[in-house]
T-cell receptor, first 112, second 112 residues
């Protein structure tokens, strides 16, 4: 499982509330990614990180922010959740200098 | 941005049949990856391709990196029930360092 833990695995929240999803890795990989998965869209990149405090936007970053204060943790925050952010969220890492990404088990988020 | 068109979107086959799916793009890619996702889990890497024309096998799975570098194919021979799932192609473009673009996925259903 590439040493990736996502928490929580499931969450139901209400529109307008803040939500933070956590991705934890145990092997000090430099690159970490957050994706969302929706039917018909595959996996779309929200944000990624290339080191502590080094992050950049992906293709669907609006409404999301991230933080990486430690190598092992990459946090995804929805400041004010909307129903359009109901989705399955996946964290991924890239070991070393390669480009293969390994994924966590996902977080299913429902915004009511 | 770069996009991948994956087809077919879904397949319904009989156990024992061979399966073919492909991804195409208008952009050139340096790397093609194929992943499989089981229900409730994250995608798992099946095959990685790094060179135009490369043909790589992993058991009953065979994938090819198109010569034009704009497409890739995945074949599954003699399908079995555990092949059920969603298959994703992913590519790393020449500008997208350490980032991948994903196809929309092919959902494979097998009738025993």
């Amino acid at each position: 499982d590439a040493g990736i833990t996502q928490s929580p695995r499931h969450k139901v929240t209400e529109t307008g509330t803040p939500v933070t999803l956590r991705c934890h890795q145990t092997e000090n990989h430099r690159y970490m990614y957050w994706y969302r998965q929706d039917p018909g869209h595959g996996l779309r990149l929200i944000h990624y990180s290339y080191g502590v405090k080094d992050t950049d936007k992906g293709e669907v970053s609006d409404g999301y922010s991230v933080s990486r204060s430690k190598t092992e943790d990459f946090l995804l925050t929805l400041e004010s959740a909307t129903s359009s952010q109901t989705s399955v969220y996946f964290c991924a890492i890239t070991p070393g200098q390669g480009n293969i990404q390994y994924f966590g088990a996902g977080t299913r988020l429902s915004v009511l | 941005g770069q996009q991948l068109n994956q087809s077919p979107q879904s397949m319904f086959i009989q156990e024992g049949e061979d399966v073919s799916m492909n991804c195409t793009s208008s952009s050139i890619f340096n790397t093609w990856l194929w992943y499989k996702q089981d229900p409730g889990e994250g995608p798992v890497l099946l095959i990685a391709l790094y060179k135009a024309g490369e043909l790589t096998s992993n058991g009953r799975l065979t994938a090819q990196f198109g010569i034009t570098r704009k497409d890739s194919f995945l074949n599954i021979s003699a399908s079995i029930p555990s092949d059920v799932g969603i298959y994703f192609c992913a590519g790393q473009g020449i500008q997208g360092a350490q980032k991948l673009v994903f196809g929309q996925g092919t959902r494979l259903t097998i009738n025993p």
